[in-house]
């Protein structure tokens, strides 16, 4: 029966099989990092009015903000010339840069290893995070995975 099939059929069955195999799961993007930049500003320090009353806050609330990320190697504290509220330079290798959304949303594919992310501010740049190694905002990607990252800019909040 199958000896002698149709020239019509032959293809019939090709463009069933190629659909098929196109049809399969396609994840555009592996692995990487997204999240989110916040901008806040102002007095953050508990205040107490003479009532007893908790006083409102001057500060902003944290809000999305878009800002220029650069993202490095892994980078440690010895690596950057430091000043008051910013980093001045970074010797660690730039890995990828990339913009926020409006909202400060961002995500970008990389390749699996251990990173550091700044933000480029008009003097610097910043980053307020390390771990116990001296890292500076240390985020891993692994493979398959997205890793989230909240980066909360407030070198001109007082807490």
């Known amino acids: 029966m199958l ?10 069955l090709v463009a069933l099989v190629l659909l098929l195999v196109g049809c ?21 320090m508990p205040q107490v009015s003479e009532d007893g009353m908790a006083a409102p806050k001057e500060a902003q609330a944290k809000r999305g903000v878009t800002r220029t990320l650069r993202i490095h190697a892994l980078t440690t504290l010895d690596q950057v010339s430091l000043g008051d509220f910013l980093i ?14 409006s909202d400060g949303t961002f995500q970008i594919e990389l ?6 992310v700044f933000t480029v501010e008009d003097d610097g740049y910043f980053a307020n995070v390390f771990d116990r190694d001296n890292h500076i905002n240390p985020v ?13 800019v407030n070198y001109r909040a007082v807490y």
């Open 3 to 12: 000896r002698r099939m149709k020239a019509s059929q032959t293809w019939f």
């Open 88 to 101: 001045g330079s970074i010797l660690t290798e730039q890995v990828a840069e990339l913009e926020t959304e």
């Open 140 to 152: 891993e990607v692994k493979e398959g995975v997205w890793s989230f990252l909240e980066i909360v």
């Open 111 to 116: 390749p699996v290893g251990k990173y550091s």
């Open 24 to 44: 399969r799961a396609h994840r555009p993007t592996t692995q990487g990092l997204r999240g989110q930049v916040f901008w806040v500003e102002g007095n953050l």
